[in-house]
């Protein structure tokens, strides 16, 4: 594939990672409320889980794997006079790529001190329209603990549909918190409609 693109929307820039973000990164994940409601990311999150984690990132895109965006928010010097001046990594939203069917799941998370400002479905409507307008995906499904309805909220506002419910379906880590999962899809049909 093609160098992965950078997505820009109001508020934000949605950018490959790059090495400069491992320290930042390990920061931000290192945070066990954050970690309790996803499948990937354990606590502690280690500087070396940062850097392991960015460095598959782009072979996975590459290899048409996976494509996953720095979520940034742009900053400005002045809030009267908008000229861009840098933007701040705050978290991170992706597709895991299923090319035999045409289907991406979608997963993201956002460091704690920037939650509750619409930015994860911000973010979330920039991948959709990556998804199904320069991906050309049919459908985009994601998976949330039912203990997340902050998550399930972004879904909602996403405009993705429950198609399902597993019981004790996710185990974290080793431990014995099974968990139940929620099952979220959308057709291309149904957001090309929305459009
Ligand atoms: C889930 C997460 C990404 C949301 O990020 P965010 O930027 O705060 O999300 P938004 O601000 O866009 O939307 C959050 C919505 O959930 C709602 N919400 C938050 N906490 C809630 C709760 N306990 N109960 C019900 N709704 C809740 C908010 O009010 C908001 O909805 P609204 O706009 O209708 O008011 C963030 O909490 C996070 O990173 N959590 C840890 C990782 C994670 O769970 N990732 C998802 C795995 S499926």
């Known amino acids: 594939m093609n160098g992965q693109p950078t997505l820009k929307t109001s508020r934000l820039e949605l950018r490959p990672f790059c ?7 390990a920061e931000l994940a290192n945070d066990e409320q954050l970690s309790l409601n996803l499948r990937s990311f354990g606590f502690p999150y280690t500087v070396d889980d ?34 861009l001046v840098g933007a701040t990594l705050v978290g991170a939203i992706g597709i895991v790529l299923d090319r035999q069917s045409n289907r991406g799941e979608l997963g993201y998370w956002i460091g704690r001190s920037y939650w509750g400002q619409g930015i994860a479905t911000e973010a979330g ?12 995906l049919n459908k985009l499904t994601a998976e949330c603990l039912t203990r997340n309805p902050a998550s399930s909220r972004v879904l909602e506002k996403l405009g993705m549909v429950q198609e399902g419910f597993f019981a004790k379906h996710f185990r974290k880590r080793e431990s014995d918190d099974y968990c139940d999962v929620q099952a979220f899809g959308l057709l291309r049909r149904a957001w090309n409609e929305r459009k």
Not at 67 to 83: A, I, N
Not at 125 to 136: E, P, T
């Open 19 to 25: 090495s400069n973000d491992i320290a930042l990164v």
């Open 50 to 83: 940062a850097r392991q984690w960015i460095q598959t990132l782009e072979k996975e895109w590459e290899n048409g794997q996976s494509t996953v965006f720095g979520v940034c928010v742009r900053e400005t010097e002045d809030k009267r006079e908008p000229t």
């Open 125 to 136: 409507k920039s991948i959709l329209d990556f998804a199904f307008g320069q991906l050309c």
